[in-house]
Structure formats: structure tokens, C-alpha cells
């Protein structure tokens, strides 16, 4: 304890003295950022007012990810000062509020129908809509809108119009479906695929290939001793290629390009075509040329942000790549095929680890080009249009946190099951999954981090409200801000129920029976991302992600063949050696999400990224690229976006001159940088390999190491700051002074915290069974605490115990499931207590003839009853309620089981949420468990209590399949996604609604009443 205490204290100093040293220093750090080369765009824009003069600075400035826009610079940066008082919500509007995916299917549409969806979505409490043109809507095909017709440019216009006037943003992709696409790219500017041909030749053999209608990307011949010749140039009439072999045995490599089979997927009537080239240096910008002057007529100015759906597009190649290739990487790669296609034997001047290298070289060159060929030129045009950009960047071949920056909203995603980890089931649904894409924000100052939600998350029709409060208190563990459903299908009034679906969504819709109760949801989602939308990021250390690791390796494993990936062995990896066994592809390779286990998860960044969070530490991935926008300032390390303690490095085998020096630069200047295991072993790529080796090795050499009074680990001084090494990330960061918060070491309590002016905010959930009545000592200094409740929307001064010389505490009381907010204070504030409050006496069941009234929904209403003991509605109401979605009312008089003046109203098993009203009042909106709530005021006898309750839909789509009533097929034509591998399913692969179980529906109780104090 008392080795605890010293820990506490002579850690707790510095995190106090570098937020003090901060405010005094921030006149001095502007200047010191602006005149430096690797400076942060976020301080540089205070001595630019002009917008030209930001724009110029940008074109300078181009290597950087913190991209920016005279808009963006007021709406997409890290909130300042929050407005609110110490007991206050902050202000909450339409980005606060949670958006929803809304898909026209067919953009089938029509003023009366649009107003109407859109008056229900902002009466619910959303924020804004994405707008999604999807396939055609079967059976409605004389309602078809040809996309950016006249007529569709129309109904966008009055949706814009309708927006407005309900207060509610829109987003929308620059395309139908979700890759970018469509009848008007050319060949030359889609999606492409590398194959490889090679021919054996001996003795002077003459060669000759038809090269007639192939799209010939290169060809060169290799020879036995280390020969390159280039066979590339004009061909006669017969479109052959001759060639007679000098003396000895050569190989000709014949790479030819083909358009890959894809299109862009789930396209809109008139948007059938190739899918753009994301790599091309000019495929986007023609293609969004056209598609402006295609919407001309449009009311652009009402669109927030373009979005870019996760990366789904089929190709290992571009047309341009090899050229690109020698201008980046200073070196010609068709004089490198054998490597490249994995065919070392084949060259035996090739060095043994030249397909890694080759290969390294490779994927950081396709990196590069879509960053800048497609992200940069999306966010520009966004940009130029008075819009932002919104783009999720899990799947692509590039690094996620550089193509997660160069946007200004980065979008996450979570996707299957929450209850069931592991492939195939549940692909990937824990909050690290998010980091990638809040880490690239934090780091870059965005100041939105949205997510796409809910996406798979259940069975179809049995995702309960409970169930996407899960989900989304992961996404703002994660650090997400900003929450979009998946989502909502527009359909017309006169569509039979339950109207046209999507298949990969929780059905955020007014037919969908859980709609009842959603606006108590919304509005928690919105109390809880208008705290995380405030004030900066609160993490303390910046982990660097060693890409070069991952991409200086011969073998393709997932990635080798993207298509494969889809098939049925995808989540199955061969064995291969580190350095490559022929393997015949390009070795382009992707980060899908779907497989995150593999090159996150089980590598040492994401072994570190897992105990940091276990053990309380806020943090942040880094990218080499973003690495470069940092400085340094007495003990902290500034980035455009947020301030951090410490930079971290796993075990790194690879890295960047570049990047070392950039550490090194930092520790000079007052930074402390850890190294975890060892310090790294080599350079990614060719050229010049040997004198980059011979760079870094005397570089690391410069290092004068000495023990510390930790057992294992070093230290260098080096300048003003400090590199530690060591192999226990704790032990490194207590000797670096860091300090975790203690208070995860509650069972099944979880937070993220962020700064604001007066202090900081903590966003805390409870996941544990059993509640939490505890005094946390939060690692910052403190003189007041409040406690805000974001699903009541109620705040309070918590208490606290607070005395010289002692670490500040807190008292936090918290039910299974519940989140609250933590606001710290750095002064003294007056306002209503929060209310704690504890048992004092047993609880006592109501009993009593319960009457029950089916008060909303479908197909028919059952009968009323009377209940003397409650059960699910389905036994107890009839057949009829075997097959009812939607609300009943449950009514009981009683009598006060005592004197108390408060007591807690428990329903126990509710199935799925419910409405309370005590006396004509109401008590509450409970949508999860426990189905609890404080009341007060009970009469002596003759109370009323009245519960709505409400149920998923499960049971009345159960019902229509076994009375084989259509309902998918006959509205969607996509609807067969329905009967494929659902991610939510766990009964059948193939959707049988017949199949499933009566779902237990109603208030089974038991239900008590417990006096409180």
C-alpha cells in the first residue's frame, strides 16, 4: 500500500505540472509550431485568416494527413471551451443526435411519403439521415427514379427542403450502392487485375505471344546470371511479340491487366457500370467532375458531409501503379517481377529477403496512391462544394490511420453479434475494432468520430433497444462521437408490413415495433455524445503501429486473393514461412476488419493496445505519417488534435529512418519515448538498403543506456527527454511517470475520458451483473465532481473526500449496465446534490390482478385479460398474442407496502422495454435491464401503476413465414440478402422465420417495490 501511495503521488505531479506548464506555454508553442517543418496545421491556421493563404499552406503542407478546409476548421476540429455550467448538459443539436443510413430503394420516392419519414425521424430525437440509393424495390418498377435524372434531382431537393425545415442534416455518397461507380467510367478507369504469365526459354529459343486485345501492363525478360531486358515497344500489324533469347536460360514475365468483374455494388437503376479505380491518379477526379455536372441543379449546399462506405473494391493493380511505383520508391519494379509475384528462385540475383522488401515497397506504394489519388481528392472536392468527407477506411490497402486523418469525419464500424465472439459469427464487434478510426481523429483534431451502428446485430427482428445500447456504449468506449444506425428503409404508407427492408440492419424504422420506445435511446445517445463531442481527447499515451512489419513479408496470407476472402475458407490461413514460398500473386494486401485477429489483434501492437486498456490507460494508435505532426513541449507531445504523455513502441522490427528520427527529435525536446522488448532491427524496402541498415544502426548506437532503480529496465537520456526500454509496459510506464486509472480494477467497470477547460469528462460503464457502490480515486487533480446521468438527463455534485496531501475520491454508485458521466472540476461549484441511495428495508412484490390491454400494434390486437400472476403474453393472452408485435398495458392498484418516502420500483423480466406511470405520472422510459426506477410519493393505499411494454417483431414475422405470407421477395428485389449467411443468426444459415421459437413477450415480473433512503 505504501509503495502504492509513493506511485500515486510522485506520478500524479507531472500530469498536473504539464497541464499547467500547457497554459502558460501556449503563446511560446504557437510560435515554436509554426516555425517548424513537421508542425501542426491546427496552430499554423491562427497565423493564416485568409482562405487562400490555408489553402496554399496545404499544398505545402501535402504529406500530412491533418487535412482541413476553411469550413472544417470551426466544425471538424477538437471542441474549445465548453458553454455549459458545472451541473449543465452541454447544448445539444442535430450532431449531437444520432443519425440513421436511410436507403431509397429504386429512389422510389414522393414528396407526401418523404415528409412523412422525416417528421417521425426528428419527432424520434434523430439528428440526420444518410441518404443510400440502393437496387430497385420489386413490384414498384413504374416508381423507379433514374439517379440524377431530373425527377431524382427533384425529390432530392424537396428532401433537402423537408430537412431543413425538421431540423436534420443529410449525408450522401456520390454514387448508388456503396463503392463508386457507375455506366459512366470508362474501362480504362476501373478496377483492375494484375495476372502473370511466364514462358521458359533455352538455347536462343525465339519467343512470340499474342498481345492482340490485352491490356499490357509489362514484359521483360530475366535471365539465369541476373539479365533484365525490356521487351515493351511497337508491335506490327499482327499485334505479336517476337523474341529470340541471347545465349542461356531467361524467363519472359508477361503481366497483362483485365477489368475485374465487379461493379458497384447494389446500384440504383441507370447506375450500372464499372467500379472506379480507387488507385488512379484521375479515375475520381473524372468521375466526380461528371457527377457535378450531372447535379448542377442540385441543392448541394445542404449536404454535410460525402460519404465513402468501407473499402469493397475488387483489384491487386492500377494502371498507372508501375510508374507511380518508380517515382515514389526511386527504383524501376519491372526490373523486379520475380520478386514481386513471389518468384525469388527464379533470380538468383536477388537478395534473400528481396520479396519482402519488394513486396514492402509495393504495398506502401499502393498505400500513397489511394491516400492521395482518391481520399485527398474526395475530401478536396467535398471541400470545394462548401461539404466535408466522411470515409470508413477499414478494408483497404493502405494504412488505416493515415486514410482514416485524411478525412474529416472518420467513420468506424462494428458488424455481427456482441454475445458471441469469434469468426465467422461475429466478425468483429469489441471496441478496439473502433481505435483505428478515433485514434486517427484524436491524433488529426477531427473533432466527429461517427459509426456506422447496429449493422447484423441480432437476428433479424430481435434486436432489442437494450442490445443497441450495448453496441453503442462499445463505440464510445472506443472513442466514437457520433452515431449513425444501420439503419432505416424508406417505404411508402401503402406497402404492406412490414415495407420495404434492407437486410443488414436493425430496421430503425416507425413499422418496426421497438420504434415506440426509441426516442428514449436517442435521447440517451445524444446527452452521451453532446459530453464526448466537448472539450479533447484524454489519453496519456501514443502508440506507434509498425505497418512496416506487416507489410515487409513475402507471403500474401488473407490478402492474397481478396476474392477468396468471400469464400467459404476465409477465415482460414495457410502455414507460410515468414520470407514467402512462390506464391504467385502481387502481394497487395488489405485490412479488413473481418480478420483484425490477424494483423492487430495477435501482433505486439495489438497485444500492448489490449493491456493498456485493461490496465486504465488511455490511448491512441500513430502512424509514421502522423507521427511527423508532433512536437514537443516541456513533458508532452503535442499533435494537431490532442496532447499525450508518452510515445509507446512495440516490439518493432521494422521501421522508418524517418520515424526514428522523429523519436529521437522528440526525446530531445523533452519527451519521454518507451520501447517495448527491443529497439528495431531493420529498414523497410530496397533501395538503398545497406546504407539505410548502416543509418540506423548508428543512430540507435547514439544511445548511452543505464540502468534505473526499476528491475529491467533502461534508460538514455537523450537531450531534454528520454528513451526507456524494457519489456513490462506497466513498469515502463510508472518509471515514465504516466499514471492508469485504478478505477478499472472494479470489475466490469470500463471508461474513456476526454479534457475540458475546467477539467475532465469520463464516460463510465458498468458491464458487470452485480451493481457498484465505491469511492474511485480518478487519476487527475480535482476540487469538485458531478455526476451526470444520461439516460434521465439528471446531474448532480457527487460526493467526494477531498484533504491535503491525499489523492481526491469520489463516491460512484452504479447499476448492471449503466453508464454515467464523470465531470471533474478544478474549482469549487454549488448545485443540487446527486442523489445517492442505498436499500433500507426488503423489497415487497406487488400482487394483485394485473389488467392487461393491447394498446398499439399488429397484425390484429388480441383480447384484454386479467393476469393474477404474470407470464409472457403468448401463454397468457391467446393465440392471437402468439403472433402480436407491438405494446400492451398492464394496470394494478395497490397499496404502499410502507411509510418510506422513496422507494425502487423493480418490474424484473421485462420483454423488451417499458413506459411507467405512477398516479398519473410519469416515472420513466426503461429500455434495458435492470428495469429499475427511484419513485416517490406513493398515496397510502390506491396507488395506480401502469406499464407499457412493448416487444421486438420476431413473433409476427415468425408468423407470416408460417402462413407463408410474403414478406421480403415481393418488396425488394435484393431481399435474397435475407437467406444469406446471417451474421446474426444463430439457429440456421439460411433465414426460416418458421423455424424460430415463440419469443417470451411482455412484463413477466415478478415486480417489487423496496423502500430506499
Request: charged content about 20%; overall charge positive.
Amino acid at each position: 500500500m505504501q509503495a502504492r501511495r509513493l506511485i500515486k503521488q510522485g506520478v500524479r505531479r507531472p500530469v498536473r505540472r504539464m497541464e499547467n506548464v500547457f497554459r502558460q506555454k501556449k503563446t511560446s508553442l504557437t510560435k515554436q509550431l509554426a516555425s517548424s517543418y513537421n508542425c501542426s496545421i491546427r496552430f499554423i491556421w491562427s497565423a493564416f485568416v485568409n482562405a487562400t493563404a490555408r489553402l496554399t499552406l496545404l499544398s505545402l503542407a501535402g504529406f500530412l494527413t491533418c487535412f482541413s478546409t476553411p469550413r472544417s476548421v470551426t466544425t471538424c476540429r477538437a471542441s474549445d471551451d465548453p458553454s455549459f455550467g458545472p451541473l449543465d448538459w452541454p447544448a445539444i443539436s442535430r450532431e449531437q443526435k444520432p443519425w440513421t443510413r436511410w436507403w431509397w430503394f429504386g429512389a422510389a420516392v414522393d414528396p407526401e411519403n418523404l415528409q412523412g419519414e422525416l417528421a417521425r425521424f426528428s419527432k424520434a430525437g434523430l439528428g440526420g439521415v444518410e441518404i443510400t440509393c440502393l437496387y430497385d424495390a420489386k413490384g414498384y418498377e413504374d416508381r423507379h427514379v433514374r439517379y440524377l435524372s431530373k425527377r431524382w434531382i427533384k425529390m432530392f431537393n424537396t428532401t433537402a427542403e423537408l430537412a431543413r425545415r425538421f431540423d436534420l442534416g443529410i449525408d450522401l455518397p456520390a454514387s448508388s450502392g456503396w463503392v463508386y461507380g457507375g455506366p459512366r467510367v470508362p474501362p480504362e478507369q476501373t478496377t483492375v487485375y494484375a495476372s502473370l504469365e511466364t514462358i521458359r526459354l533455352e538455347k536462343e529459343a525465339v519467343c512470340e505471344i499474342d498481345l492482340a486485345n490485352r491490356r499490357v501492363a509489362a514484359v521483360l525478360a530475366y535471365s539465369e546470371d541476373g539479365a533484365v531486358v525490356d521487351l515493351s515497344g511497337p508491335l506490327g500489324q499482327d499485334q505479336l511479340l517476337r523474341w529470340r533469347a541471347p545465349p542461356g536460360r531467361w524467363s519472359v514475365y508477361l503481366v497483362t491487366m483485365k477489368p475485374s468483374p465487379q461493379r458497384n455494388h447494389n446500384f440504383l437503376a441507370g447506375r450500372q457500370g464499372w467500379a472506379v479505380d480507387p488507385l488512379d491518379r484521375h479515375a475520381l477526379t473524372d468521375y466526380l467532375a461528371d457527377w457535378t455536372a450531372r447535379a448542377h441543379d442540385m441543392r448541394l449546399e445542404a449536404v454535410r458531409a460525402y460519404h465513402h462506405d468501407s473499402f469493397e473494391y475488387d483489384c491487386n493493380f492500377s494502371a498507372d501503379l508501375l510508374d507511380e511505383f518508380s517515382r515514389r520508391r526511386g527504383y524501376d519494379l519491372r526490373h523486379h517481377l520475380p520478386a514481386l509475384f513471389g518468384r525469388a528462385s527464379e533470380d538468383p540475383s536477388l537478395r534473400i529477403d528481396s520479396v519482402a522488401r519488394v513486396r514492402s515497397d509495393f504495398r506502401q506504394t499502393i498505400a500513397e496512391m489511394h491516400l492521395e489519388h482518391f481520399l485527398q481528392v474526395l475530401t478536396s472536392w467535398a471541400h470545394q462544394h462548401g461539404s466535408r468527407s466522411r470515409n470508413q477506411a477499414h478494408g483497404a490497402p493502405g494504412n488505416l490511420l493515415d486514410l482514416y486523418a485524411a478525412v474529416d469525419i472518420p467513420d468506424a464500424e462494428l458488424y455481427g453479434r456482441i454475445d458471441q465472439p469469434g469468426p465467422p459469427e461475429n466478425p468483429f464487434t469489441d471496441s478496439m475494432s473502433v481505435k483505428m478510426a478515433s485514434s486517427a481523429g484524436h491524433v488529426a483534431g477531427r473533432r466527429l468520430i461517427s459509426a456506422e451502428s447496429c449493422t447484423w446485430l441480432e437476428e433479424h427482428f430481435h434486436t432489442t433497444l437494450a442490445d443497441m445500447k450495448r453496441i453503442v456504449d462499445r463505440f464510445f468506449l472506443g472513442g466514437v462521437n457520433h452515431i449513425c444506425y444501420h439503419g432505416s428503409a424508406y417505404s411508402p404508407a401503402e406497402v404492406p408490413w412490414p415495407g420495404w427492408l434492407f437486410y443488414a440492419t436493425t430496421q430503425v424504422n416507425s413499422r418496426n415495433s421497438i420504434w415506440r420506445d426509441l426516442p428514449a435511446l436517442n435521447a440517451y445517445v445524444a446527452r452521451c455524445q453532446a459530453i464526448l463531442q466537448s472539450g479533447a481527447p484524454g489519453g496519456d499515451v501514443l502508440l506507434y503501429w509498425p505497418i512496416h512489419d506487416l507489410w515487409q513479408v513475402g507471403h500474401d496470407l488473407w490478402w492474397q486473393d481478396v476474392r477468396g476472402y468471400y469464400k467459404q475458407q476465409r477465415y482460414k490461413l495457410p502455414e507460410l514461412p515468414l520470407l514467402d514460398a512462390n506464391w504467385g500473386g502481387t502481394g497487395y494486401m488489405q485490412f479488413p476488419l473481418h480478420v483484425k485477429q490477424y494483423w492487430l489483434d495477435s501482433q505486439p501492437a495489438g497485444r500492448i493496445a489490449s493491456r493498456l486498456r485493461d490496465r486504465g490507460y488511455g490511448f491512441d494508435f500513430i502512424s509514421d505519417r502522423l507521427l511527423q505532426t508532433c512536437v514537443s513541449d516541456q513533458q508532452s507531445i503535442q499533435t494537431p488534435g490532442a496532447r499525450y504523455q508518452v510515445v509507446v513502441v512495440p516490439a518493432a522490427r521494422v521501421m522508418p529512418i524517418a520515424t526514428l528520427q522523429k523519436l529521437f527529435e522528440l526525446a530531445r525536446n523533452g519527451s519521454t519515448v518507451i520501447f517495448v522488448s527491443h529497439l528495431p532491427q531493420d529498414v523497410p524496402g530496397l533501395l538503398g538498403v545497406n546504407s539505410r541498415l548502416a543509418g540506423q544502426r548508428q543512430l540507435l548506437s547514439s544511445l548511452q543506456w543505464s540502468d534505473t532503480d526499476s528491475p529491467q529496465i533502461r534508460k538514455a537520456n537523450l537531450g531534454k527527454g528520454q528513451c526507456l526500454l524494457g519489456s513490462d509496459v506497466d513498469r515502463l510506464l510508472t518509471t515514465a511517470g504516466v499514471q492508469r486509472e485504478t478505477l478499472v480494477d472494479q470489475p466490469g467497470l470500463q471508461f474513456i475520458r476526454r479534457r475540458h477547460s475546467r477539467g475532465h469528462h469520463y464516460f463510465l460503464k458498468h458491464s458487470s451483473e452485480q451493481a457498484l457502490d465505491v469511492w474511485l480515486s480518478p487519476a487527475v487533480d480535482f476540487k469538485a465532481a458531478v455526476l451526470l446521468d444520461p439516460m434521465s438527463g439528471a446531474s448532480g455534485l457527487a460526493t467526494t473526500r477531498i484533504s491535503p496531501g491525499k489523492d481526491p475520491q469520489v463516491r460512484l454508485q452504479l447499476q448492471p449496465h449503466q453508464a454515467l458521466v464523470l465531470r471533474t472540476l478544478d474549482r469549487s461549484a454549488e448545485g443540487a446534490p446527486w442523489p445517492y441511495h442505498e436499500p433500507s428495508g426488503k423489497a415487497t412484490r406487488i400482487r394483485g390482478n394485473w389488467s392487461v390491454e393491447f394498446i398499439a400494434g399488429g397484425p390484429t390486437r388480441p383480447d384484454s385479460f386479467v393476469a393474477p400472476a404474470l407470464a409472457s403474453w403468448t401463454r397468457l393472452g391467446g393465440r392471437e398474442a402468439t403472433r402480436f408485435a407491438g405494446t400492451a398495458r398492464y394496470t394494478i392498484t395497490f397499496d404502499a407496502p410502507g411509510r418510506a418516502n422513496t422507494y425502487l420500483l423493480d418490474l424484473g423480466s421485462v420483454k423488451d422495454s417499458a413506459r411507467v406511470w405512477l398516479n398519473d405520472q410519469a416515472a420513466g422510459t426503461l429500455i434495458n435491464r435492470p428495469f429499475q426506477v427511484l419513485v416517490k410519493g406513493l398515496r397510502h393505499r390506491g396507488n395506480l401503476l401502469e406499464i407499457e411494454v412493448t416487444n421486438v417483431a420476431a413473433n409476427r414475422i415468425r408468423d407470416m413465414d408460417l402462413r407463408q405470407q410474403p414478406w421480403m421477395g415481393d418488396h425488394v428485389a435484393h431481399a435474397r440478402g435475407y437467406g444469406v449467411l446471417n451474421i446474426g443468426t444463430t439457429t440456421n444459415r439460411q433465414l426460416g422465420a418458421d423455424k424460430w421459437p415463440v419469443r417470451e413477450a411482455g412484463l413477466l415480473g415478478p415486480v417489487t417495490l423496496q423502500p430506499h433512503r
